[in-house]
T-cell receptor, first 112, second 110 residues
Framework: NAGVTQTPKFQVLKTGQSMTLQCAQDMNHNSMYWYRQDPGMGLRLIYYSASEGTTDKGEVPNGYNVSRLNKREFSLRLESAAPSQTSVYFC???????????FGEGSRLTVL | GIQVEQSPPDLILQEGANSTLRCNFSDSVNNLQWFHQNPWGQLINLFYIPSGTKQNGRLSATTVATERYSLLYISSSQTTDSGVYFCAPPGPSGNTPLVFGKGTRLSVIA
């Protein structure tokens, strides 16, 4: 049972390039999330999807877009990467908004 | 939104010592999670604890929702306990995404 799987695990981009982080879960969860983690800042919510077909902004949505492709998959897109988006990105899922949260292993993104 | 404060921010322990980590939150909550982020960056679920006390081996957690705090107890600490511990209650309404504190960084030395 893989749980939550993120790809890629590492990526280096130049300013202005675009990329998509992929996330898939195999726990039949309804809700999925993208968080970013910066040193000393804890985890901050970028976007979430409470259920298939819905997405909502979190605390730090600027510069990102998301797609809930189906119940299993939730992608995060950076259209024009900026150095301020250098961070570690975590995807997570839960059975519901109040359910126990499970994380992927993280994706380390560096924007030069 | 809900504010989450964790204390202490940093903690150094000798192997075998006990410790208590505290999480204060600004609003009533109907559940709360504790996570351990190991030195490799993985986020590991420790407890999903709406209220009361739960135990898992050397770790236990208590949440007193009415007084807006939760405690994580680590007994007989081991070097593998090192890392950052996060508490995370849900946002407003209780059915919204978790809000994370800044964590307590624990270093256990042999």
């Amino acid at each position: 049972n893989a749980g939550v799987t993120q790809t890629p695990k590492f990526q280096v981009l130049k300013t202005g390039q675009s990329m998509t982080l992929q996330c898939a879960q195999d726990m039949n969860h309804n809700s999925m999330y993208w968080y970013r983690q910066d040193p000393g800042m804890g985890l901050r919510l970028i976007y979430y999807s409470a259920s298939e077909g819905t997405t909502d902004k979190g605390e730090v949505p600027n510069g990102y877009n998301v797609s809930r492709l189906n119940k299993r998959e939730f992608s995060l897109r950076l259209e024009s990467a900026a150095p301020s988006q250098t961070s570690v990105y975590f995807c997570a899922s839960s059975s519901s908004g109040a359910g126990e949260l499970f994380f992927g292993e993280g994706s380390r993104l560096t924007v030069l | 939104g809900i504010q989450v404060e964790q204390s202490p921010p940093d903690l150094i322990l000798q192997e075998g010592a006990n410790s208590t980590l505290r999480c204060n939150f600004s609003d009533s909550v109907n559940n709360l999670q504790w996570f351990h982020q190991n030195p490799w960056g993985q986020l590991i679920n420790l407890f999903y604890i709406p209220s009361g006390t739960k135990q898992n081996g050397r770790l236990s957690a208590t949440t007193v929702a009415t007084e807006r705090y939760s405690l994580l107890y680590i007994s007989s600490s081991q070097t593998t306990d090192s890392g950052v511990y996060f508490c995370a209650p849900p946002g407003p309404s209780g059915n919204t995404p978790l809000v994370f504190g800044k964590g307590t960084r624990l270093s256990v030395i042999a």
